[in-house]
T-cell receptor, first 113, second 107 residues
């Protein structure tokens, strides 16, 4: 079974630039999560999708972050404009249903200069 | 105070030692997860449990719902066990994570 795919694996941008991350969950997984993990901290949930609908985006900084999962399969997370404090690893995870084990992608390491 | 607290933050052990990592939480949960994160690698889910105890190879996870506490044990530790171990809890439609325990096992 193929795992959760993410791209790019690494990205370096300057502050105020825009960046987009892509996630392809495991086939058939209805629930998709985006997490932000700052160095030395545990992951923080940014947004949760159930199919193409948003379940929870309470911790998403909506002034600069946006995410979509238009067809209920793959998803993109965008930051516009980026700030220095956005430097982190962005993790995507998916599950069949909320209470199931989450499968994590390899993450995208973002560095904002 | 964080909703999910782990201890210790850092742990160094000699190969072969028995290791315990603790997790306490302060919210009602539907399940507790133990995750493993290797340097530069992604996160792997080790256990999901809502009661009692689970065992997988040399790893054992226990949870006490009344005390809101869970432990992850590693028997006969090996250098390849070196990683960050993260405790996370599922509550309502949300997951909350601990800061992780960095384990280093020396040969």
């Amino acid at each position: 079974e193929a795992g959760v795919a993410q791209s790019p694996r690494y990205k370096i941008i300057e502050k105020r630039q825009s960046v987009a991350f892509w996630c392809n969950p495991i086939s058939g997984h209805a629930t998709l999560y985006w997490y932000q993990q700052i160095l030395g901290q545990g992951p923080k949930l940014l947004i949760q999708f159930q199919n193409n609908g948003v379940v929870d985006d309470s911790q998403l900084p909506k002034d600069r972050f946006s995410a979509e999962r238009l067809k209920g399969v793959d998803s993109t997370l965008k930051i516009q404009p980026a700030k220095l404090e956005d430097s982190a690893v962005y993790l995507c995870a998916s599950t069949w249903a909320f209470t199931d084990t989450q499968y994590f992608g390899p993450g995208t390491r973002l560095t904002v200069l | 105070k964080n909703e999910v607290e782990q201890s210790p933050q850092n742990l160094t052990a000699q190969e072969g030692e028995f290791i315990t990592i603790n997790c306490s939480y302060s919210v009602g949960i539907s399940a507790l997860h133990w995750l493993q994160q290797h340097p530069g690698g992604g996160i792997v889910s080790l256990f999901m449990l809502s009661s009692g105890k689970k065992k997988h190879g040399r790893l054992i996870a226990t949870i006490n719902i009344q005390e809101k506490h869970s432990s992850l044990h590693i028997t006969a530790s090996h250098p390849r066990d070196s990683a960050v171990y993260i405790c996370a809890v599922s509550a309502s439609n949300d997951m909350r994570f601990g800061a992780g325990t960095r384990l280093t096992v020396k040969p």
